[in-house]
């Protein structure tokens, strides 16, 4: 159990690292600039409080300095402290001189620290929305839309905020520590153990807050969810409360967890409270071991007045960074869990893993072979379902609610893969043709179709990668009983649809979506119940004109509507997972069956009259079981005749 | 997302409306200010110390002042230490206490609200509001003013210091002041410009995400991946463009300050070196101003922050402040205002009416021009069920949001009893009514909280008895925890039928006077939808009711039917006339009848 854990968390630490990776492509080499350069900066600013002791020991105080051969020997040419005395402008310029070179440095770190995270947040996005297209078909039933866009948005945010200071800046603690404590030791090594020994108390102190704040943040987002939760629920349930005049009630109820929210937000505010105070009292108390020894010795004349301040800068540089530390590795914290959120995503398994290579003409008959299939294991839906639909036939499927007519239409586009048994079209198994090929040459229009907050034009374009031509547009818009839709907006086909613009109802979007199919010009058009939201006229109407524009091509076609289904060249009925009866309308009226039913339930009402229909409807069961009970006896006949 | 203009000149008006709660913490922000100077003074005093020892102890050889030395220097840094964590708390719970009183006050007013807001306003866009906006609103007010008050007292005060010791000096040190406040001012003004852009493109990727992810079955189905993969990296690469442009700007600004800061320290350190040469200057104080020039500059970059996330505030602000001021479009009238005062003084329960409904020449119009009704009359005895028919958007929840007082009449008027219904109190009115959607909503909490909506009085029995009505009872106990089961979010733990009837139990244990029934376009299965049946025939019974209905056993027993078409009454009565009529109705019901029964043998 322990071993498998940690090997779970192994695996986790690589995919984090294996993703960032990945995420920095194209700028690595920035990130590696930008740390050289925030390197170098810390190394410059160790070097001004040098200035200062050379100004104050040797320049204003006339004693000998150590220095490196080579800068003692360019200064003895100069002329020394001597001539830098007449002259202490050169050190106000030297010192200055080193704030432009580390300000320098800094705009180099900045530009392309920020220039490399802008490119890895490019990259993760991209990466990222590709997924979503790349992601199985079923994968979207139990999607939770509103935190895969979270993942997209804010984690990706998340890791650019990181990447573009922090990520750096620990180089930056790191460098500045190293060169600080060389320099300190190479002035004087007692001073340099008066002046480091709290750091390391800081750096587990910022540790052990670390470990104690997760905690607590983990609590105050959890408060604020369940506020934005019981929010959306009254503002979704808002007739609901007026209507029973329950304002009072919502607000305790909202009151409370509004408090709640507050009184841990609090409490994680005054752990940073805690954290910055003893930190700073801490940092604070390293520089006062440094003014007292430095004073003392400085005194005695152990060391110069000049290795006294410079101790005093060089100490309460390196404190700043030290003491970020507790907020960097918070930050650090939440940008590993963003990073796992974002991991978690890309490492779905890709819809196109498993893809055939060949891209036949799919003009040919349509063989349903045995075909198994189950949503959920266990729970089959299609249980050897075999018919075939040869070309150029329009077929219409019938079933029962759940009977598995929509799992059956997805197969044929292999947005699901039969479980058992096989798919052919032509003589190839689907399983053999590449997805993209297939789709594009089985026009599947959905029950519910989708929009994009575009214009008309560029939604239906879509269907031909974006390249439609007028003529093709108009052609398809006609077929598809759009043009009159078209008519009534503002900006035709400019007009941008879906959220952010005009509302299409059902039946306008239905026509759109079968007109953005027919432009692919399919080879294989499938409707799956996509004209149930238009009116039964309009939808004869557009089964003509579909019959006119592109008679010959296959067509399979799911619905309820005795109409269509009358019209089509068979109907094949689906019951308990298998095809129950196959025929033509003439065919399946004379035999008992679903079909029958259906199909007595219309002719019913016009032998029954309305009066009776109207007491019917008081009872619509009955009615059901009474066809159930009149099959039975058909049944029981038919098997007598055959006997 | 709406564009925001951040070149609009600073709003008072807007500030005060989001000011105002700050007022309840006007002590702690007193104490604040005086706890941010302190720390700040403390922060300015400190060059000065090191310089004192550096002189008076050191150069001057008085180790025996050390000790004195160092009890000063531990008084001062233990009480930064206490000041720091007093001032973070206190920053907290002014920030907090804002972000909860703001909120709470925008939703108060979101409860008084007409339904008029509701539908022209998103709920997405009221969550922003309440959430995000107020959030960063509270953070700025406490936080900024943190940021301020430190940064600003300390320079002034590192400033004075340095002044009373050395004048000269002190204005040749802080000469660098003058083009650093040039250089803020532009790269503030060009960074509002660049980061404008940066979140207009940032909301554009949001969404497209959000349709991406919720359009790519779609996608799926017309092998449109590469049309989308193309779009949406025109936006990143946009993003990507945007965000580096602004970034090179901050990344100047920053260097920029640090890199003066030092000119300024070179400066001293060239002036006061002549100085403490020439044996004007102390070392101590020629050290102090070092330092002190180094430090000075630190709070720079926050204060330009602060202007900025101030100007980017004000958006925020201005949308908050407008949702908390919204004006409720029904509200009670003087007189109605007094009837409910002396209700509620005496104690006494809201009076029960009787149900009778009168529409007396009723128009109305969502849209002001556009109207939806017109001149429309009808009297409603009290008992009797009315049931609205129609196609979607015919215009069925039109009446039922004029009955309910959800909307009010543009001309006409509607009258209760007898009276006409804007002169009852609001609350009269809906204690006298029951809502009960098919599509029903319930709340996170436990069927018998749920149950207990209808009537927030009733004890475990009369919920029980309700639910034993309309015959919810027997899946209830069946349920793991009877009547103490969580329902889940939205009712989502239970069934659509099992929800109808929590709904029906709620709405019987309210026992109104008026009910208002929308029900379910699709159907449950065949036997909840027989349970649930029975108990909308009783909860009908007795009471008026409007029924905005899909089923046909419904509608043939109601007592009117109102057939809806556009916006109007088409037709009206009861379902013989209607039928015998031979009008929209007959066609209608054709079409209902149909999909029923063949939604019966296809369920």
Same mark, same amino acid.
């Given at each position: 159990?322990?071993?498998?854990?940690?090997?779970?968390?192994?695996?986790?630490?690589?995919?984090?690292?294996?993703?960032?990776?990945?995420? /920095?492509?194209?700028?690595?080499?920035?990130?590696?600039?930008?740390?050289?350069?925030?390197?170098?900066?810390?190394?410059?600013?160790?070097?001004?409080?040098?200035?200062?002791?050379?100004?104050?020991?040797?320049?204003?105080?006339?004693?000998?300095?150590? /220095?490196?051969?080579?800068?003692?020997?360019?200064?003895?040419?100069?002329?020394?402290?001597?001539?830098?005395?007449?002259?202490?402008?050169?050190?106000?310029?030297?010192?200055?001189?080193?704030?432009?070179?580390?300000?320098?440095?800094?705009?180099?770190?900045?530009?392309?620290?920020?220039?490399?995270?802008?490119?890895?947040?490019?990259?993760?996005?991209?990466?990222?929305?590709?997924?979503?297209?790349?992601?199985?078909?079923?994968?979207?039933?139990?999607?939770?839309?509103?935190?895969?866009?979270?993942?997209?948005?804010?984690?990706?945010?998340?890791?650019?905020?990181?990447?573009?200071?922090?990520?750096?800046?620990?180089?930056?603690?790191?460098?500045?520590?190293?060169?600080?404590?060389?320099?300190?030791?190479?002035?004087?090594?007692?001073?340099?153990?008066?002046?480091?020994?709290?750091?390391?108390?800081?750096?587990?102190?910022?540790?052990?807050?670390? /470990?104690?704040?997760?905690?607590?943040?983990?609590?105050?987002?959890?408060?604020?969810?369940?506020?934005?939760?019981?929010?959306?629920?009254? /503002?979704?349930?808002?007739?609901?409360?007026?209507?029973?005049?329950?304002?009072?009630?919502?607000?305790?109820?909202?009151?409370?967890?509004?408090?709640?929210?507050?009184?841990?937000?609090?409490?994680?505010?005054?752990?940073?409270?805690?954290?910055?105070?003893?930190?700073?009292?801490?940092?604070?108390?390293?520089?006062?071991?440094?003014?007292?020894?430095?004073?003392?010795?400085?005194?005695?004349?152990?060391?110069?007045?000049?290795?006294?301040?410079?101790?005093?800068?060089?100490?309460?540089?390196?404190?700043?960074?030290?003491?970020?530390?507790?907020?960097?590795?918070?930050?650090?914290?939440?940008?590993?869990?963003?990073?796992?959120?974002?991991?978690?995503?890309?490492?779905?398994?890709?819809?196109?893993?498993?893809?055939?290579?060949?891209?036949?003409?799919?003009?040919?008959?349509?063989?349903?072979?045995?075909?198994?299939?189950?949503?959920?294991?266990?729970?089959?839906?299609?249980?050897?379902?075999?018919?075939?639909?040869?070309?150029?036939?329009?077929?219409?499927?019938?079933?029962?609610?759940?009977?598995?007519?929509?799992?059956?239409?997805?197969?044929?586009?292999?947005?699901?893969?039969?479980?058992?048994?096989?798919?052919?079209?032509?003589?190839?198994?689907?399983?053999?043709?590449?997805?993209?090929?297939?789709?594009?040459?089985?026009?599947?229009?959905?029950?519910?179709?989708?929009?994009?907050?575009?214009?008309?034009?560029?939604?239906?374009?879509?269907?031909?990668?974006?390249?439609?031509?007028?003529?093709?547009?108009?052609?398809?818009?006609?077929?598809?009983?759009?043009?009159?839709?078209?008519?009534?907006?503002?900006?035709?086909?400019?007009?941008?649809?879906?959220?952010?613009?005009?509302?299409?109802?059902?039946?306008?979007?239905?026509?759109?979506?079968?007109?953005?199919?027919?432009?692919?010009?399919?080879?294989?058009?499938?409707?799956?119940?996509?004209?149930?939201?238009?009116?039964?006229?309009?939808?004869?109407?557009?089964?003509?004109?579909?019959?006119?524009?592109?008679?010959?091509?296959?067509?399979?076609?799911?619905?309820?509507?005795?109409?269509?289904?009358?019209?089509?060249?068979?109907?094949?009925?689906?019951?308990?997972?298998?095809?129950?009866?196959?025929?033509?309308?003439?065919?399946?009226?004379?035999?008992?069956?679903?079909?029958?039913?259906?199909?007595?339930?219309?002719?019913?009402?016009?032998?029954?009259?309305?009066?009776?229909?109207?007491?019917?409807?008081?009872?619509?069961?009955?009615?059901?079981?009474?066809?159930?009970?009149?099959?039975?006896?058909?049944?029981?006949?038919?098997?007598?005749?055959?006997? | 997302?709406?564009?925001?203009?951040?070149?609009?000149?600073?709003?008072?008006?807007?500030?005060?409306?989001?000011?105002?709660?700050?007022?309840?913490?006007?002590?702690?922000?007193?104490?604040?200010?005086?706890?941010?100077?302190?720390?700040?003074?403390?922060?300015?005093?400190?060059?000065?110390?090191?310089?004192?020892?550096?002189?008076?102890?050191?150069?001057?050889?008085?180790?025996?002042?050390?000790?004195?030395?160092?009890?000063?220097?531990?008084?001062?840094?233990?009480?930064?230490?206490?000041?720091?964590?007093?001032?973070?708390?206190?920053?907290?719970?002014?920030?907090?206490?804002?972000?909860?009183?703001?909120?709470?006050?925008?939703?108060?007013?979101?409860?008084?609200?007409?339904?008029?807001?509701?539908?022209?306003?998103?709920?997405?866009?009221?969550?922003?509001?309440?959430?995000?906006?107020?959030?960063?609103?509270?953070?700025?007010?406490?936080?900024?003013?943190?940021?301020?008050?430190?940064?600003?007292?300390?320079?002034?005060?590192?400033?004075?210091?340095?002044?009373?010791?050395?004048?000269?000096?002190?204005?040749?040190?802080?000469?660098?002041?003058?083009?650093?406040?040039?250089?803020?001012?532009?790269?503030?003004?060009?960074?509002?410009?660049?980061?404008?852009?940066?979140?207009?493109?940032?909301?554009?990727?949001?969404?497209?995400?959000?349709?991406?992810?919720?359009?790519?079955?779609?996608?799926?189905?017309?092998?449109?991946?590469?049309?989308?993969?193309?779009?949406?990296?025109?936006?990143?690469?946009?993003?990507?463009?945007?965000?580096?442009?602004?970034?090179?700007?901050?990344?100047?600004?920053?260097?920029?300050?640090?890199?003066?800061? *030092?000119?300024?320290?070179?400066?001293?350190?060239?002036?006061?070196?002549?100085?403490?040469?020439?044996?004007?200057?102390?070392?101590?104080?020629?050290?102090?101003?070092?330092?002190?020039?180094?430090?000075?500059?630190?709070?720079?970059?926050?204060?330009?922050?602060?202007?900025?996330?101030?100007? *980017?505030?004000?958006?925020?602000?201005?949308?908050?402040?407008?949702?908390?001021?919204?004006?409720?479009?029904?509200?009670?009238?003087?007189?109605?205002?007094?009837?409910?005062?002396?209700?509620?003084?005496?104690?006494?329960?809201?009076?029960?009416?009787?149900?009778?409904?009168?529409?007396?020449?009723?128009?109305?119009?969502?849209?002001?021009?556009?109207?939806?009704?017109?001149?429309?009359?009808?009297?409603?005895?009290?008992?009797?069920?009315?049931?609205?028919?129609?196609?979607?958007?015919?215009?069925?929840?039109?009446?039922?949001?004029?009955?309910?007082?959800?909307?009010?009449?543009?001309?006409?008027?509607?009258?209760?009893?007898?009276?006409?219904?804007?002169?009852?109190?609001?609350?009269?009115?809906?204690?006298?009514?029951?809502?009960?959607?098919?599509?029903?909503?319930?709340?996170?909490?436990?069927?018998?909280?749920?149950?207990?909506?209808?009537?927030?009085?009733?004890?475990?029995?009369?919920?029980?008895?309700?639910?034993?009505?309309?015959?919810?009872?027997?899946?209830?106990?069946?349920?793991?925890?009877? *009547?103490?089961?969580?329902?889940?979010?939205?009712?989502?733990?239970?069934?659509?039928?099992?929800?109808?009837?929590?709904?029906?139990?709620?709405?019987?244990?309210?026992?109104?006077?008026?009910?208002?029934?929308?029900?379910?376009?699709?159907?449950?299965?065949?036997?909840?939808?027989?349970?649930?049946?029975?108990?909308?025939?009783?909860?009908?019974?007795?009471?008026?009711?409007?029924?905005?209905?899909?089923?046909?056993?419904?509608?043939?027993?109601?007592?009117?039917?109102?057939?809806?078409?556009?916006?109007?009454?088409?037709?009206?009565?009861?379902?013989?006339?209607?039928?015998?009529?031979?009008? *929209?109705?007959?066609?209608?019901?054709?079409?209902?009848?149909?999909?029923?029964?063949?939604?019966?043998?296809?369920?």
């Amino acid at each position: 159990m322990k071993a498998q854990h940690e090997n779970i968390t192994t695996h986790r630490k690589t995919t984090r690292l294996a993703i960032l990776w990945q995420a /920095l492509r194209g700028s690595r080499a920035l990130f590696v600039g930008a740390t050289l350069a925030i390197g170098l900066a810390a190394l410059v600013s160790v070097i001004d409080p040098l200035i200062l002791r050379y100004t104050l020991d040797a320049v204003l105080g006339g004693q000998s300095v150590d /220095l490196p051969g080579w800068l003692d020997s360019l200064l003895e040419r100069l002329g020394g402290g001597s001539y830098l005395a007449r002259n202490v402008w050169l050190c106000g310029l030297g010192f200055a001189a080193a704030g432009l070179v580390y300000g320098l440095l800094m705009f180099v770190r900045g530009l392309l620290a920020s220039t490399a995270a802008e490119k890895t947040a490019q990259n993760l996005r991209e990466r990222l929305f590709a997924k979503v297209n790349l992601l199985p078909y079923r994968y979207f039933a139990k999607a939770n839309t509103g935190d895969l866009v979270q993942r997209c948005t804010s984690d990706v945010e998340t890791i650019r905020r990181f990447m573009a200071t922090q990520f750096v800046d620990i180089g930056r603690a790191l460098a500045l520590l190293v060169f600080t404590v060389i320099i300190m030791f190479r002035i004087d090594r007692g001073m340099t153990l008066v002046a480091i020994p709290i750091i390391p108390v800081v750096i587990v102190f910022s540790y052990v807050f670390f /470990l104690r704040i997760q905690k607590a943040f983990a609590a105050s987002d959890e408060a604020e969810g369940a506020l934005s939760g019981t929010l959306q629920e009254i /503002l979704q349930g808002v007739r609901v409360v007026k209507a029973f005049a329950r304002q009072e009630f919502e607000r305790g109820r909202f009151d409370e967890r509004n408090r709640h929210y507050t009184g841990v937000t609090r409490r994680l505010i005054d752990l940073f409270g805690w954290y910055w105070s003893i930190s700073g009292w801490l940092c604070m108390a390293q520089t006062g071991a440094v003014l007292v020894a430095g004073a003392l010795w400085a005194g005695s004349g152990r060391i110069s007045v000049g290795t006294f301040v410079v101790f005093l800068a060089l100490v309460s540089r390196l404190m700043w960074p030290v003491r970020q530390l507790g907020r960097t590795l918070t930050d650090l914290g939440k940008t590993l869990v963003a990073l796992d959120r974002v991991g978690i995503l890309l490492a779905e398994p890709s819809e196109y893993d498993d893809d055939g290579h060949l891209a036949p003409d799919l003009d040919g008959a349509i063989e349903f072979d045995n075909v198994h299939f189950a949503w959920d294991a266990g729970m089959p839906v299609l249980k050897g379902v075999s018919f075939t639909v040869a070309a150029g036939e329009t077929v219409a499927i019938l079933g029962k609610t759940g009977a598995g007519k929509t799992a059956l239409v997805q197969l044929l586009a292999r947005l699901a893969e039969p479980d058992k048994g096989s798919i052919r079209i032509g003589g190839v198994d689907i399983r053999r043709v590449a997805k993209r090929h297939l789709r594009n040459q089985v026009g599947l229009v959905p029950q519910e179709p989708f929009l994009f907050s575009r214009t008309m034009t560029e939604n239906l374009a879509m269907a031909r990668d974006g390249q439609a031509d007028q003529a093709a547009l108009l052609q398809a818009a006609a077929t598809a009983g759009l043009s009159g839709v078209l008519e009534k907006l503002d900006k035709g086909w400019d007009t941008v649809v879906g959220e952010e613009g005009v509302t299409l109802s059902g039946g306008q979007r239905q026509r759109a979506a079968i007109a953005r199919v027919l432009l692919k010009r399919p080879a294989v058009l499938v409707l799956d119940d996509a004209l149930s939201a238009v009116d039964t006229e309009t939808d004869s109407a557009i089964r003509a004109s579909l019959q006119a524009d592109r008679g010959g091509i296959t067509t399979l076609i799911v619905s309820h509507r005795m109409t269509t289904l009358a019209a089509a060249d068979r109907i094949v009925v689906l019951e308990d997972g298998v095809v129950s009866a196959i025929g033509t309308h003439a065919e399946l009226v004379a035999r008992p069956g679903l079909y029958k039913r259906v199909w007595d339930i219309q002719r019913g009402l016009e032998a029954v009259g309305l009066d009776d229909a109207a007491a019917l409807a008081s009872n619509p069961e009955l009615l059901g079981l009474e066809a159930e009970a009149d099959d039975q006896a058909l049944e029981a006949d038919a098997a007598g005749a055959v006997a | 997302m709406e564009e925001v203009d951040f070149r609009q000149p600073f709003k008072l008006a807007t500030w005060r409306g989001i000011l105002k709660y700050a007022l309840p913490y006007k002590k702690s922000f007193g104490l604040l200010v005086g706890m941010m100077m302190m720390v700040a003074g403390i922060d300015a005093l400190s060059p000065f110390v090191t310089g004192w020892v550096l002189d008076d102890v050191i150069i001057a050889s008085r180790p025996d002042l050390l000790p004195r030395a160092l009890v000063v220097y531990l008084v001062m840094v233990s009480l930064q230490a206490v000041v720091i964590r007093l001032f973070i708390g206190m920053a907290g719970k002014i920030e907090m206490g804002m972000n909860y009183a703001i909120r709470q006050a925008a939703f108060d007013r979101l409860q008084e609200l007409s339904f008029s807001y509701f539908d022209k306003t998103g709920s997405g866009w009221i969550m922003a509001r309440l959430t995000s906006d107020i959030g960063k609103l509270a953070d700025i007010i406490a936080w900024g003013a943190v940021d301020m008050v430190w940064g600003g007292t300390m320079m002034l005060a590192m400033a004075g210091l340095m002044f009373a010791r050395d004048w000269k000096l002190a204005l040749v040190t802080l000469s660098v002041v003058v083009p650093l406040l040039v250089v803020s001012v532009l790269v503030e003004r060009a960074l509002m410009e660049r980061s404008r852009l940066v979140r207009k493109t940032n909301s554009k990727i949001t969404q497209a995400f959000s349709e991406g992810i919720r359009g790519a079955r779609v996608v799926k189905t017309l092998a449109a991946e590469g049309v989308q993969n193309r779009a949406f990296g025109e936006l990143s690469l946009t993003m990507r463009r945007a965000s580096v442009k602004q970034a090179r700007l901050s990344a100047f600004y920053l260097p920029v300050v640090i890199a003066l800061g *030092y000119v300024g320290t070179g400066l001293a350190l060239w002036q006061g070196g002549g100085s403490v040469l020439a044996g004007t200057l102390s070392y101590g104080t020629l050290v102090a101003f070092v330092f002190s020039a180094l430090q000075f500059f630190d709070p720079v970059t926050d204060l330009a922050r602060i202007f900025a996330d101030v100007q *980017y505030a004000q958006a925020s602000a201005e949308r908050v402040v407008g949702l908390i001021e919204a004006q409720p479009d029904i509200v009670d009238s003087p007189e109605a205002l007094a009837r409910e005062k002396a209700r509620l003084a005496d104690g006494s329960a809201v009076p029960r009416l009787s149900g009778r409904v009168e529409f007396r020449n009723v128009s109305f119009a969502y849209v002001p021009g556009l109207e939806v009704l017109k001149d429309f009359s009808l009297d409603v005895a009290a008992g009797t069920t009315v049931a609205l028919v129609g196609e979607t958007g015919s215009g069925k929840t039109t009446i039922v949001n004029l009955a309910c007082r959800f909307y009010e009449p543009t001309a006409g008027s509607i009258r209760l009893d007898g009276q006409d219904y804007k002169e009852l109190p609001l609350a009269w009115l809906h204690g006298n009514l029951g809502y009960v959607l098919q599509q029903p909503y319930l709340f996170s909490g436990t069927v018998r909280e749920n149950i207990r909506y209808g009537k927030l009085t009733a004890s475990d029995a009369q919920a029980e008895q309700a639910s034993r009505l309309v015959k919810a009872h027997d899946f209830i106990v069946d349920l793991e925890h009877g *009547y103490d089961s969580p329902v889940g979010e939205g009712g989502s733990l239970l069934s659509t039928g099992q929800k109808q009837l929590v709904s029906l139990a709620r709405a019987v244990l309210a026992d109104p006077a008026i009910l208002v029934l929308d029900e379910a376009t699709s159907s449950v299965d065949t036997e909840t939808e027989r349970l649930v049946q029975d108990a909308i025939d009783l909860v009908l019974e007795g009471r008026t009711s409007f029924v905005v209905a899909h089923r046909l056993s419904t509608i043939v027993d109601a007592d009117l039917i109102l057939v809806m078409k556009d916006g109007q009454v088409r037709e009206q009565g009861t379902h013989r006339e209607l039928l015998a009529m031979g009008g *929209y109705y007959k066609k209608l019901f054709e079409a209902q009848f149909l999909e029923e029964t063949e939604a019966a043998v296809l369920a």
